[in-house]
């Protein structure tokens, strides 16, 4: 069906940048919207940026002004760029995607799938 590919975590310093990247493959027949999210250690899981297809991008109040989200939508690609890494950054990175997929002729969705994480660790 689709399958969601991260990468770019690391380990950085207070004050460093990261960028993650997520590519989307598989049948697809649209993105309705793409989205990062991330979970720390003993929290629940949280919206850091989303991107739906010719909507407005939201992002939480914790990264505005340091994390800029952007699409390729040829490519299917989503990109976070982080700057300013602050320790309370740290976190396993998920990509997210709404898609529908064609097969057998048909087309399926919209479903939610997401990316296997990235882990991103501020720290000096």
């Known amino acids: 069906q689709v399958q969601l590919v991260e990468s770019g975590g690391n380990l950085v310093q207070p004050g460093g940048s990261l960028r993650l990247s997520c590519a989307a493959s598989?049948?697809?027949?649209?993105?309705?919207?793409m989205a990062w999210y991330r979970q720390a250690p003993g929290n629940q899981r949280e919206l850091v940026a989303s991107?739906?297809?010719?909507?407005?991008?939201v992002y939480a109040n914790s990264v505005k002004g340091r994390f800029t989200i952007s699409r390729d939508n040829a490519k299917n690609t989503v990109s976070l760029q982080m700057t300013n890494l602050k320790p309370e950054d740290t976190a396993v990175y998920y990509c997210?995607?709404?898609?529908?997929?064609?097969?057998?002729?048909?087309?399926?969705?919209?479903?939610?799938?997401w990316g296997q994480g990235t882990q991103v660790t501020v720290s000096s």
């Open positions: 997210n995607a709404i898609v529908s997929y064609t097969t057998g002729g048909l087309t399926w969705g919209p479903n939610t799938y």
């Open positions: 598989g049948s697809i027949f649209s993105i309705d919207a």
């Open positions: 991107m739906p297809t010719g909507g407005s991008t």
